[in-house]
Antibody
Framework: QVQLKETGPGLVQPTQTLSITCTVSGFSLTSYYMQWVRQTPGKGLEWMGFIRSGGSTEYNSEFKSRLSISRDTSKNQVFLKMNSLKTEDTGVYYC?????????WGQGVMVTVSS | DIVMTQGALPNPVPSGESASITCQSSKSLLHSNGKTYLNWYLQRPGQSPQLLIYWMSTRASGVSDRFSGSGSGTDFTLKISSVEAEDVGVYYCQQFLEYPLTFGSGTKLEIK
C-alpha cells in the first residue's frame, strides 16, 4: 500500500539549514509529483513546492530563495532543504503525493526552530 | 496569490444534524475546461490532512456519501448531511488553479 514517512531533526537553530527526508513506498516517484506542505501556528497550511515525476521543481515564491527540493528515485526518497531558518518556520512539515490534489500524506515531522 | 476565506460553524453541532462549511476564493476557480479547481480536506485531531473532495464536488475514494461539495466560481460549500463523532476535526479548502497553491485557514467542527 501507499506510504509516506518524513524524517527530520526535530530541533534546528535559527539561521541554520533544515533537511527533511520523505521516504515513500507503494508507488514510483517517476509516476507522481511529490509535494511539500507545512503547517505553522502563524500561517496554517502552506504549500511550499513540488518535484515533478520528471524531476523538475516548482517553488512557492515565499520560500524560493531558500528552499530546495530533490529526490533519489533509487531510494524512493524526496528531500527538502531550507536554509536561513527563523523561529516562524517552526511547525509540522508534510510530504504529500499528487499534482493538484494530495491523495496521500505523510504523518508529518515537527520542526522547532530555537536556540 | 488567491486568498481562500472560510466561515465558522456554530459549534458544537448536534450529532445527526447537518453542517455546511463555506469557503470563498478571491478569484474564480472555474477553469476554461469547465472544471472548478477546488479541493476539501479534513484534518482529524493529531492526524495529517486527508482528501475529501476534489474538482469541487467529486468525492475521494472511500469518502462517505454524507459529504458533498458544491458551489460557483468563487463561493463553495462542503455539506455533511448527518454529522458523526468521526467527523470531528478541521476542514480546509484549497485552490489549485494557480501557483502558489493556497489553503483556507480552516473550519473547526465539534460534535455535541
Amino acid at each position: 500500500q501507499v506510504q509516506l514517512k518524513e524524517t527530520g531533526p526535530g530541533l534546528v537553530q535559527p539561521t541554520q539549514t533544515l533537511s527533511i527526508t520523505c521516504t515513500v513506498s507503494g508507488f514510483s516517484l517517476t509516476s507522481y509529483y511529490m509535494q511539500w506542505v507545512r503547517q505553522t501556528p502563524g500561517k496554517g497550511l502552506e504549500w511550499m513546492g513540488f518535484i515533478r515525476s520528471g524531476g523538475s521543481t516548482e517553488y512557492n515564491s515565499e520560500f524560493k530563495s531558500r528552499l530546495s527540493i530533490s529526490r533519489d528515485t533509487s531510494k524512493n526518497q524526496v528531500f527538502l532543504k531550507m536554509n536561513s531558518l527563523k523561529t516562524e518556520d517552526t511547525g509540522v512539515y508534510y510530504c504529500a503525493r499528487g499534482t493538484t490534489l494530495f491523495d496521500y500524506w505523510g504523518q508529518g515531522v515537527m520542526v522547532t526552530v530555537s536556540s | 496569490d488567491i486568498v481562500m476565506t472560510q466561515g465558522a460553524l456554530p459549534n458544537p453541532v448536534p450529532s445527526g444534524e447537518s453542517a455546511s462549511i463555506t469557503c470563498q476564493s478571491s478569484k474564480s476557480l472555474l477553469h476554461s475546461n469547465g472544471k472548478t479547481y477546488l479541493n476539501w480536506y479534513l484534518q482529524r485531531p493529531g492526524q495529517s490532512p486527508q482528501l475529501l473532495i476534489y474538482w469541487m464536488s467529486t468525492r475521494a475514494s472511500g469518502v462517505s456519501d454524507r459529504f458533498s461539495g458544491s458551489g460557483s466560481g468563487t463561493d463553495f460549500t462542503l455539506k455533511i448531511s448527518s454529522v458523526e463523532a468521526e467527523d470531528v476535526g478541521v476542514y480546509y479548502c484549497q485552490q489549485f488553479l494557480e501557483y502558489p497553491l493556497t489553503f483556507g485557514s480552516g473550519t473547526k467542527l465539534e460534535i455535541k
